[in-house]
């Protein structure tokens, strides 16, 4: 039996492109895609339904994630913030403490009558 078409040029053209790649005549490569498409089977809607819904579990997992993503960000910066802030407040104390020790120094008492009469110190605090 023989089967007529009339394709245009620009098919035409993509035929024997493909033909001479393949290295086989334009029939041969007619009859390869009219057998393919004659025995192209068509997927199972079942298979394409599990497809989408995996594709949609793949999509919310990915917005889960990206939530999780910014609310570790946002809680990085509270926490260098946070570290912040206590830096500043022990170096505020370690300045006052030093300040203190300092004047404490200055003001140093005089020694006990005790440990005057026992050193014999007492001349020097006449």
């Not at 053209?13 to 334009?26: D, M, N, Q, T, V």
């Not at 004659?38 to 990915?62: G, I, M, N, T, Y």
């Not at 500043?88 to 005057?116: C, M, N, R, W, Y």
């Amino acid at each position: 039996m023989r089967v007529y078409a009339e394709p245009d040029e620009q098919t035409l053209a993509e035929l024997e492109k493909l033909a001479l790649e393949k290295g086989i005549s334009k029939r041969q490569l007619l009859m390869i895609a009219i057998d393919q498409l004659l025995h192209h089977k068509e997927p199972d809607r079942s298979e394409v339904d599990q497809a989408r819904s995996e594709v949609d579990q793949f999509r919310s997992k990915s917005d889960q994630a990206r939530g999780e993503a910014e609310a570790l960000k946002r809680d990085q910066e509270h926490y260098k913030q946070t570290i912040e802030m206590k830096d500043k407040q022990i170096a505020f104390l370690e300045g006052h403490v030093a300040q203190l020790t300092q004047s404490i120094s200055q003001l140093a008492l005089p020694p006990s009558e005790e440990e005057i009469r026992a050193k014999h110190w007492w001349q020097f605090w006449r």
